[in-house]
């Protein structure tokens, strides 16, 4: 499924109080994928912080959408920017930020975080 099909299935609502700057958090604890380079499941989790502007993800859809990596070999960093990119398309947010904290491997483990900020109109 490539980034285009992705932002289909993300579905959007209109933000009930647009003027107000207020964080909305979704966390996924229980994210899974495949390491593009052993074959083996990859677990974490991910979390979504962000501002709206006009509009928010409506949360079953990001659900099906965080599950459609399960069976995807991808690396962490690129994971957390492909749901970052995604999402700031489907959302327009004025900002927003992506973590996904994954469980250790070989006794590490990683977190990744990437983020967005929308383009000041002034100036």
Same mark, same amino acid.
């Given at each position: 499924?490539?980034?285009?099909? !992705?932002?289909?299935?993300?579905?959007? %609502?209109?933000?009930? &109080?647009? !003027?107000?700057? @207020?964080?909305?958090? &979704?966390?996924?604890?229980? #994210?899974?994928?495949?390491?593009?380079?052993?074959?083996?499941?990859? @677990?974490?989790?991910?979390?979504?912080? #962000?501002?709206?502007?006009?509009?928010?993800?409506?949360?079953?859809?990001?659900? %099906? #959408?965080?599950?459609? %990596?399960r069976?995807?070999?991808? %690396? @962490?960093?690129?994971?957390?920017?492909?749901? =970052?990119?995604? =999402?700031?398309?489907?959302?327009?947010?004025?900002?927003?930020?992506v973590?996904?904290?994954?469980?250790?491997?070989?006794?590490? &483990?990683?977190?990744?975080?990437?983020?967005y900020?929308?383009?000041?109109?002034?100036?």
């Amino acid at each position: 499924m490539n980034s285009q099909q !992705r932002r289909a299935l993300l579905e959007t %609502f209109a933000n009930p &109080h647009p !003027r107000r700057a @207020y964080r909305i958090e &979704h966390v996924q604890p229980e #994210y899974t994928s495949v390491c593009p380079v052993t074959g083996q499941p990859d @677990y974490g989790e991910i979390t979504i912080r #962000y501002v709206a502007a006009a509009r928010c993800v409506e949360l079953k859809s990001l659900k %099906f #959408y965080l599950q459609s %990596f399960r069976n995807e070999g991808v %690396f @962490y960093e690129d994971v957390v920017n492909r749901i =970052l990119d995604d =999402l700031v398309a489907a959302v327009k947010p004025r900002e927003m930020a992506v973590t996904g904290r994954f469980t250790p491997r070989g006794g590490m &483990h990683s977190t990744i975080t990437a983020e967005y900020r929308a383009r000041s109109r002034k100036g």
